[in-house]
């Protein structure tokens, strides 16, 4: 599997012949829709316009276990509850390649210990740091340990000092090797570290007219 950042929340999984968007607005890839496209919205979407290109794309914005050409992907509520709908997230559980791998969207709420347990085991955990926009140490800490994640990809928002000082402490707090900076990772089952590493990902510009053409 192959995944990329795009900025803010927005990732592309590339795995099992599909291509996963996590967190991004429909209309942004209205022109590469295709059948080998699906959306994981960690916030609920708007509906379609009628007629939309993008009207075939299969969206998941919400809980639930469900099945895409043979791979199981779970939706996982997460944040305190009485939120009202366009403001609830959703984690997602994607079991593909031999991997799982959770992308949890920005949240400064620790998820509760069900919703952890709903999520868990996960290979890889795309995980948001920083003040104001994700998890502080200690809870990106409690998160990776508790899914027993091997790879820990830390994402901030851009120019966020307290995010790259949250990615540091945490490879220092799990004893990572170093903070590998990258713009995309690529990985298998048999390529997964067996300690955890935690890996920070370089965002792409987000290019539509690069998309399109299926470049990196």
Known sequence: MEIT???????????????WWFDTAVHDIVEVADRATVVLSARSLAQLPAGSPAATIPVLDGPGEYELRGIPVFGVRIGPPGQDRLARQTAYVVVCDGLRICFIGPTTAMPRPADLGDMSPA??????????????????????????????????ADGSASGDDVIRRLCREL?????IVV???????????AVPRVLRL???????????SGNN
């Open 5 to 19: 950042w795009y900025g803010n929340a927005r990732f592309r999984l590339r795995a099992s012949g599909l291509t």
């Open 123 to 156: 290979d890889i955990v795309v995980l948001p740091v920083g003040t104001g926009f994700g998890l502080t140490v200690a809870d990106s800490q409690s998160v990776a340990r508790t899914l027993e994640a091997r790879i820990i990809i830390a994402y901030t």
């Open 183 to 193: 713009r995309s990772v690529t990985m298998t089952g048999q390529t997964i570290p």
């Open 202 to 212: 370089v965002s792409h510009e987000w290019l539509p007219d690069a998309v399109r």
């Open 175 to 179: 004893e990572s090797d170093a903070e």
